[in-house]
């Protein structure tokens, strides 16, 4: 099992003919360093693709998933100057599904309206 202990979302769309070389690259740039046991996301344009790139401390791992209908919740126009995003555990597990992971702390409180 691959353990990871932060996950990290890149922002800026990425072409995804890219392989674990090209996103590794990817990730030192955008993140400053791939740190062990991180998990770095990326999308496409259209947000119907992501992929995950692991540093397992020995090497990386590099997965992909694309939807079959509708597109994945990515944050869009967020200023280049603003601090990298990390995901808990329960917000990547909605993303990979592709539900709205952003509003999962609000879902949980039903509220009188």
């Not at 690259?25 to 770095?40: D, N």
């Not at 990979?96 to 879902?107: A, D, I, K, P």
Request: proline letters at 4%; charged letters at 20%.
């Amino acid at each position: 099992m691959i353990r990871i202990d932060q996950l990290w979302l890149a922002v800026e769309p990425l072409d995804m003919r890219a392989g674990a070389e090209r996103l590794l690259a990817r990730v030192v740039q955008v993140f400053g360093s791939a740190q062990a046991h991180h998990g770095y996301l990326f999308a496409n344009a259209r947000a119907t693709r992501i992929k995950l790139l692991v540093h397992d401390g020995f090497g990386v791992w590099c997965a992909a998933r694309r939807l079959n209908d509708g597109r994945f919740v990515w944050p869009r126009e967020v200023p280049t100057e603003a601090a990298p995003m990390t995901l808990t555990q329960p917000q990547f597990d909605a993303l990979v599904l592709g539900l709205s992971w952003q509003r999962l702390e609000q879902m949980r409180v039903i509220t009188r309206m």
